[in-house]
């Protein structure tokens, strides 16, 4: 064990999640001296692979990529320290009690093949619906480089034809009342409202659900907006990654 008692360090983040992996990693690119410190005899927090059984190793808490920026991988150069992310393709199969079924493609036009069994109509308004979702992303993404927005940024962002619906979906909404104005087809409305309750102690009907939706498809992988992907090596891999850019 390195004795450290007599080193001076710049900053110290306590914990190694991908968060602090992150933070550190930053700092010391400014060339800043950091110590990260982690309890574990891992690190990654909850963005780990592990061997619970001999011969295997899963990625035992997170298990899906998408929300890290592509700004950070670049800046932190990921990819050259491992990071490897392949998106899903189909991302969804859902099947129904009916025998019926519905597959998510990457490619819309696929996707609204599936859509149109249940509802021609809505396989016409699902390009409208992403639409939205595309305007309210767009407003959100210079925001979200800011350490605390002020009003005005705010005001700023939405501000334009759509601002103050889109504010209001935002904020305001639920999931269900976002699919409810666009679509009828009650199979295609269950499946999109799952992005809205993921991780929450919430219904589809409990307002600002909608904000959950946008959370979950506001990051994208290899350029497909709200696609999700798997890591290879396990979602360790990320930490690992991020780790070696700090190093």
Not at 69 to 90: F, Q, T
Not at 164 to 177: G, M
């Amino acid at each position: 064990m390195v004795d450290r008692t007599n080193v001076r360090y710049d900053a110290i983040v306590v914990g190694s999640g991908h968060n602090g992996l992150i933070a550190a990693a930053y700092l010391a690119k400014a060339g800043k001296k950091v110590l990260v410190l982690e309890r574990r005899g891992i690190i990654g927090g909850a963005t780990v692979t592990e061997e619970p059984w001999p011969g295997y190793r899963i990625s035992t808490c997170s298990y899906v990529c998408q929300l890290l920026l592509p700004e950070v991988i670049r800046d932190l150069d990921l990819v050259r320290h491992g990071y490897d992310v392949r998106p899903l393709d189909p991302q969804y199969f859902i099947p129904f009690p009916d025998g019926r079924y519905m597959i998510s493609y990457l490619d819309n036009g696929r996707t609204k093949e599936q859509i149109a069994k249940f509802s021609r109509r809505d396989a016409a308004a699902y390009d409208a619906y992403w639409a939205m979702w595309d305007r309210i992303i767009a407003r959100m993404r210079p925001l979200l480089d800011l350490g605390a927005p002020a009003q005005a940024d705010i005001d700023r962002a939405f501000d334009g034809p759509y601002g103050e619906e889109d504010w209001r979906t935002l904020t305001k909404k639920s999931v269900a009342e976002v699919l409810d104005e666009h679509f009828e087809s009650e199979e295609l409305k269950a499946v999109l409202c799952v992005g809205g309750v993921i991780g929450t102690n919430a219904g589809p009907r409990t307002s600002g659900t909608a904000y959950v939706k946008y959370h979950h498809i506001m990051g994208q992988i290899g350029g497909h907006q709200g696609a999700w992907g798997y890591v290879r090596g396990g979602m360790g891999a990320v930490s690992q990654a991020i780790a070696s850019s700090a190093r």
